[in-house]
């Protein structure tokens, strides 16, 4: 009867062994860490029955109990075997509606900022001519007093048409989407309180979705900003004297293959201990979740997460010196 039960529990661990081989050959579409990890479940699986087997194989002789446990953990392992595919489908299930979601909000972000890069552009195109006949005016004006040997009145002139030309305004970076985005941002955390400080080399042809790049960098400066604010508001009651701005710092770049993205801020002192157990955790909250205590904060970073791991990226969390870094790369190319 031993005999029999232990043949029955190897034939159950072969069964979900089994199993394993789609997931291992790329059956399920996972991003690589997500496999890795929905991988664990055969292996933990495996390990429990073969345990049992090793248990039953040398201290099981004559113990009449033995075969009837072996049996049962033969059962288990044909029912996992059986499970398993169902487990592993819906995990994928899952990780691709949380991708539809996170490109979902990519694309609402993707609007709207290209619909405020175009007003910019429109608006540009306006105080374009605007200023050429302004320009023109000054020139002419200019041109008569010299010719009148008005020297004094054109160094007026002069000096007044240098006044009305713009001084700022130029691009934060080459990509249109980005530049446009960016500096939606930086207008956001001055209403807000905050100094949003950009080092951003993004050229204008980039091997990313711009859908996925709003989204990136939409959700981690949100998240930094609305941080910052906290920090301001909370000095603003110890001190209304106090001028200075909380800074959050946004560096962009590409490297080796890959778009980095790395978006630091202040935090209130508050949410220290929350923000270590975070960054400590290496993963990322759902909105059932606190995070920063501050609506859809959860979902900013899983959505983040979840387009850094499609891309064969990684998210990256860090809080020293009381600021709260995240680093998110994302791999270019198809």
């Not at 040997?149 to 160094?155: I, K, R, T």
């Amino acid at each position: 009867m031993l005999i029999v039960s232990l043949v029955l529990l190897g034939a159950a661990m072969t069964a979900v062994a089994a199993t394993a081989v789609p997931l291992v050959r790329g059956r399920y579409q996972l991003p690589p860490a997500r496999r890795v990890l929905v991988a664990l479940i055969p292996v933990w699986q495996l390990a429990m029955m073969a345990i049992s087997l090793i248990a039953g194989a040398v201290r099981g002789v004559g113990v009449a109990w033995v075969p009837l446990c072996e049996t049962i953990v033969a059962g288990v392992g044909f029912a996992c075997a059986a499970f398993n595919p169902r487990l592993f489908a819906g995990i994928e299930q899952a990780g691709a509606q949380n991708v539809a979601a996170a490109r979902a909000q990519a694309l609402e972000e993707q609007v709207g900022v290209q619909q405020a890069y175009l007003e910019q552009a429109e608006r540009a195109a306006v105080e374009a001519v605007r200023s050429r006949h302004v320009y023109a005016d000054e020139f002419e004006h200019i041109a008569e007093a010299l010719a009148a040997g008005d020297v004094s009145g054109a160094l007026v002139a002069v000096e007044r048409t240098d006044a009305i030309i713009p001084r700022s305004g130029g691009r934060l970076c080459q990509h249109p989407v980005a530049d446009a985005l960016l500096k939606a941002k930086m207008a956001q955390a001055e209403k807000e309180g905050a100094e949003l400080v950009v080092h951003a080399d993004v050229p204008y042809e980039l091997e990313l979705p711009d859908a996925e790049l709003c989204a990136v960098l939409s959700n981690l400066i949100n998240n930094a900003v609305a941080a910052a604010a906290r920090v301001a508001s909370a000095s603003a009651d110890r001190d209304t004297t106090s001028s200075e701005r909380p800074q959050v710092t946004v560096a962009i770049g590409s490297t080796r293959g890959y778009l980095a993205v790395r978006v630091e801020n202040p935090y209130p002192p508050e949410e220290d201990a929350m923000l270590r157990e975070l960054a400590a955790s290496r993963r990322t909250p759902y909105p059932t979740e606190r995070a920063h205590d501050v609506p859809q904060h959860g979902w900013g970073l899983s959505i983040v997460r979840e387009l850094t791991e499609a891309r064969e990226g990684s998210l990256e969390l860090e809080v020293a010196d009381g600021r709260f870094r995240v680093v998110a790369l994302l791999k270019l190319g198809a």
